[in-house]
């Protein structure tokens, strides 16, 4: 899990006599590498947890935190779990908790018209400007399968018969949970709205939804993230390695390898991603990927670092339809900095990002990577300018001058807090 501290929410269903609430930690994995494990916070309190989180919700309640599902011709969403499926209607396991005891909400197929729309619509929610719904997808089908996903968001006097989706998705996506993301503007009462079609898959596709949230702010840009606060959209992809890229700061454990600090602090408090390579076989694996990216122009940008006398190989692909495409890779070496890779990507359906590290022979075989970045333009590589998430180009001395020039303040975003232009007094933080 890294070196921050991870929130859990975790809904306990009404006993009828006292219980004990036991928390139970291991500090040492079945290989005997030792381990820290730490709790804090603990707050307990009646109610569901998504009556705690605003505009979210983990389904793990059968009231659906109000959200009302509507049937036609026998198309419908269902509160559903992995221990109480029809395995022809839902994942095995929901994404809050990874758990078959864990909860979503899931197509249940029509026998009457494959075509048939199951909605899925919120509670009336009211904003005021920009916000972010953020929500996990399941949607697994054969090949050819044509099932869609669709986000819809209106007023609660519109006929959703007469609106276009803000965000749609169609076919198989793998046997795994998705990320979804859509930036909203709205300044009046309005309604978000999930609509399913299982299409011509005969009751073989699933497709569910989990841990949906509206975020007061806009959504980042996919695959882009400085790892102080986490993963963003980034997840590591279990089954197909061997390895896991973990969160990390300042030194990494094995000596001779791996950077001495982040690239986004140039600190030992900043943080990175990395593979520890002691006591693994070689040509063991770990893949990082994006959440779904809509299709289009981007420039993928990513610093990574590659120090050791046993360093085996880094590459970063793009993923679509079942197809990947390598457009950057190194081998062994290459120094003890970090160093600045940049990738073009021009794709005409929706794909995903794959970083993907395979260990050497020996255990000095650390790879990190830090700050990726992806903007929705070509790569530029005029030094003299600097490219804003949404694709404007600014001059790099406008970087850091404390006048934001990019829409969302990329430009200012990791400068320092004082012009001293009143003094040299700032107000220090404790780390």
């Known amino acids: 899990m890294g070196e921050?501290?991870?929130?859990?929410?975790?809904?306990?269903?009404?006993?009828?006599?006292?219980?004990?609430?036991?928390?139970?930690?291991?500090?040492?994995?079945?290989?005997?590498?030792?381990?820290?494990?730490?709790v804090d916070d603990i707050l307990l309190t009646d109610g569901s947890c998504d009556s705690l989180r605003g505009n979210t919700c983990d389904f793990e309640t059968s009231d659906?935190?109000?959200?009302?599902?509507?049937?036609?011709?026998?198309?419908?969403?269902?509160?559903?779990s992995g221990q109480n499926l029809?395995?022809?209607?839902?994942?095995?396991?929901?994404?809050?908790?990874d758990s078959a005891e864990g909860h979503y909400v899931s197509l249940k197929h029509s026998t009457d018209n494959k075509n048939a729309v199951a909605y899925l619509t919120s509670p009336t929610?009211?904003?005021?400007?920009?916000?972010?719904?953020?929500?996990?997808?399941?949607?697994?089908?054969?090949?050819?399968?044509?099932?869609?996903?669709?986000?819809?968001?209106?007023?609660?006097?519109?006929?959703?018969?007469f609106i276009n989706p803000v965000w749609k998705i169609t076919g198989?996506?793998?046997?795994?949970?998705?990320?979804?993301?859509?930036?909203?503007?709205?300044?009046?009462?309005?309604?978000?709205?999930?609509?399913?079609?299982?299409?011509?898959?005969?009751?073989?596709?699933?497709?569910?939804?989990d841990d949906v949230a509206m975020l007061d702010r806009d959504c980042p840009a996919a695959a882009t993230c400085t790892f102080e606060d986490g993963y963003c959209d980034w997840s590591n992809i279990r089954g197909s390695d061997t390895m896991d890229w973990v969160m990390n700061s300042g030194y990494t454990p094995t000596a001779n390898t791996?950077?001495?600090?982040?690239?986004?602090?140039?600190?030992?408090?900043?943080?990175?991603?990395?593979i520890e390579t002691d006591s693994v076989l070689v040509s063991s694996s770990a893949v990082l990927e994006s959440s779904l990216i809509p299709s289009g122009t981007y420039c993928f940008e990513f610093y990574y670092s590659m120090y050791g006398k046993d360093i085996g190989a880094f590459a970063v692909r793009v993923v679509r339809n079942n197809t990947v495409n390598i457009l950057f890779q190194k081998f062994g070496n290459q120094g003890p900095d970090w160093?600045?890779?940049?990738?073009?990507?021009?794709?005409?359906?929706?794909?995903?990002?794959?970083?993907?590290?395979?260990?050497?022979?020996?255990?000095?075989?650390?790879?990190?990577?830090?700050d990726t970045w992806t903007s929705k333009n070509v790569c530029y590589d005029n030094p003299d300018k600097f490219v804003c998430s949404d694709g404007?180009?600014?001059?790099?001395?406008?970087?850091?001058?404390?006048?934001?020039?990019?829409?969302?303040?990329d430009d200012e975003m990791f400068c320092g807090d004082c012009n001293f232009e009143f003094g040299m007094f700032i107000t220090a933080s404790t780390i």
Request: proline content about 2%; some cysteine.
């Open 339 to 370: 160093k600045l890779g940049k990738v073009q990507i021009l794709e005409e359906a929706d794909f995903t990002i794959s970083m993907m590290a395979l260990s050497g022979n020996g255990n000095e075989g650390d790879i990190a990577i830090d």
């Open 172 to 209: 198989h996506q793998g046997d795994a949970w998705n990320l979804g993301e859509k930036s909203l503007n709205f300044v009046s009462e309005y309604h978000t709205v999930f609509a399913a079609v299982e299409a011509n898959d005969g009751g073989n596709s699933i497709i569910a939804v």
């Open 86 to 97: 029809d395995h022809s209607n839902g994942p095995n396991s929901d994404h809050t908790f």
């Open 64 to 80: 659906l935190c109000e959200w009302t599902p509507t049937a036609d011709q026998g198309a419908t969403w269902i509160w559903n």
């Open 125 to 161: 929610h009211q904003s005021s400007g920009a916000m972010c719904l953020q929500f996990y997808f399941f949607m697994q089908g054969r090949t050819n399968w044509t099932g869609s996903l669709s986000l819809y968001v209106k007023s609660p006097s519109v006929d959703i018969n």
């Open 258 to 274: 791996g950077p001495n600090y982040d690239h986004t602090l140039h600190t030992v408090y900043g943080h990175y991603l990395y």
């Open 392 to 409: 404007e180009v600014i001059l790099q001395e406008q970087v850091c001058d404390f006048i934001p020039n990019c829409v969302n303040g």
């Open 4 to 38: 921050t501290w991870q929130q859990v929410h975790l809904f306990i269903q009404k006993q009828e006599y006292a219980q004990y609430i036991a928390l139970v930690g291991n500090t040492q994995n079945s290989n005997g590498d030792l381990g820290h494990s730490a």
